[in-house]
């Protein structure tokens, strides 16, 4: 499933920025200092979402189309980080319809790939984004990302951890051991992320 060409697409500031929804999207999202675009790079084998050290930077939607070795194309889409306290609650707050715009009515949108820090672990934000996303019918694939920063025997009960926190039901997938570091967890991710997009798209959920 490793790719065999990536390319930007477009980043969107508002969804009329959208790019034209043609392929399988999977979206990447998780706190703004949780390792987003090193993950994307790693994906993709080579630097295509921009690293900072400043927290937050990430503001705007941005996609990738990815060819991968083999079966269909599909999308990567880099969400903005969220939950840093060192960002304006301002701003964070002006992503939050751009990006509840996308994840309820995008109708190519598969799943999503929520990163938690291993060392941090799942907090209120990651909680409650899960059941959401998963109330829309997506699939949420947990990474556990800077996996190299805690010694082997210690990684193991933090994918037990996250597990018995975010429970079980239809759409969740087992939480992923990953390090851009060390290339662990990428054939792994790949392969929930090609199940994903293979998926037929998710029911619009119930009228409350």
Not at 2 to 15: G, K, L, M, W, Y
Not at 25 to 37: F, L
Not at 78 to 99: E, H, I, K
Request: glycine content about 8%; hydrophobic content about 45%.
């Amino acid at each position: 499933m490793r790719p065999r060409s990536v390319r930007f697409v477009t980043s969107a500031a508002a969804p009329a920025d959208f790019p034209p929804a043609e392929v399988p999207e999977i979206a990447i999202a998780g706190r703004s200092n949780v390792g987003t675009s090193s993950l994307i790079n790693a994906l993709c084998g080579r630097d295509v979402a921009r690293t900072s050290r400043t927290p937050g930077r990430t503001r705007l939607l941005n996609w990738f189309h990815v060819e991968p070795a083999r079966g269909a194309p599909l999308a990567l889409v880099d969400l903005p980080g969220y939950g840093y306290a060192q960002v304006d609650r301002a701003m964070r707050a002006s992503w939050r319809p751009l990006m509840e715009s996308y994840l309820a009515g995008r109708p190519v949108l598969r799943a999503v790939v929520l990163l938690v820090d291993i060392r941090r672990g799942a907090e209120g934000e990651e909680l409650d984004f899960a059941p959401w996303l998963l109330a829309r019918g997506l699939t949420v694939i947990p990474v556990l990302t800077k996996a190299d920063k805690l010694g082997k025997a210690q990684r193991a009960p933090e994918v037990a951890k996250l597990a018995r926190v975010l429970g079980k039901g239809p759409g969740l997938e087992r939480p992923i051991l990953f390090s851009a570091h060390e290339g662990q967890g990428l054939d792994e991710l790949w392969k929930a992320i090609g199940r994903a997009a293979r998926s037929p798209a998710a029911a619009p959920p119930e009228p409350a």
